[in-house]
């Protein structure tokens, strides 16, 4: 690459970056649905024309903020589960509840990327197939949790009631087919109630009701992953 073309690649880079920035500004102001490009534009001193050849469109923007979003939450809990398995090897609940904390840690701190990814759908917006991996990783990562208690003999999920066994099965089947689908339905059950905790804070339910809420949230991740069948360590 010659330095005019490595000059380029910064410059886009620095330009991508900063339109991004702009728009998580107005994400914050305006919400997801009042998002306008020319509005981006405006505010960076650019003619429309010009972001056009970075964003063609408000959707190809909104998709860059939710994978970038989606990617920060994953990385975020990637990192607390690093941490917690140096430090308590084998110890999976632990691990889990690290990770829960870790993912709602971000979204308070980033409560309009939060309200993104997991806020009411933007009107006209169908997000394509780029962002399911990026959206993925931080649920992975609990099944993965999961997964090596099963493997450790460290789980013991509840049982289900005979009426549930077919849909059981099926999630099984489709998300995580080596792990019994009792332990596969217990993960979907964990995974929707910590995003409806970490949603009744993030959008104020809590407000007037729950004061301590990091002891709060650390409780009842722990309790989501008993739900689970996880074993405290010995």
């Not at 993925?136 to 090596?148: F, K, P």
């Not at 959008?203 to 809420?213: L, Y």
């Amino acid at each position: 690459m010659t330095t005019v073309q490595g000059a380029r690649a910064r410059a886009r880079i620095e330009i991508t970056a900063a339109i991004k920035d702009e728009a998580r500004r107005q994400l914050a102001a305006e919400g997801a649905a009042k998002l306008s490009l020319r509005a981006v534009a405006r505010e960076l001193g650019m003619v429309s024309s010009a972001l056009y050849r970075y964003f063609p469109s408000r959707d190809d923007l909104l998709t860059a903020l939710i994978i970038d979003a989606y990617d920060a939450v994953g990385a975020a809990a990637e990192r607390a589960h690093a941490a917690t398995g140096s430090a308590a090897p084998g110890d999976h609940l632990a691990r889990w509840t690290a990770v829960c904390r870790a993912i709602r840690g971000w979204a308070v701190e980033h409560p309009h990327e939060y309200a993104l990814i997991y806020g009411s759908p933007v009107p006209g917006y169908t997000a394509p197939q780029d962002t399911i991996v990026p959206a993925s990783r931080a649920g992975l990562l609990l099944v993965s949790i999961a997964r090596a208690a099963y493997n450790d003999k460290g789980v013991a999920p509840p049982p289900l009631p005979a009426s549930l066994h077919p849909e059981s099965e099926r999630l099984a089947a489709d998300l995580a087919p080596d792990l019994p689908p009792a332990l596969a339905t217990a993960l979907v059950f964990a995974w929707a109630q910590l995003f409806g905790l970490i949603s009744f804070e993030v959008f104020g339910q809590f407000n007037n009701v729950v004061e301590d809420r990091d002891a709060f949230f650390a409780t009842a991740a722990e309790r989501l992953g008993r739900e689970v069948g996880l074993l405290r360590k010995p």
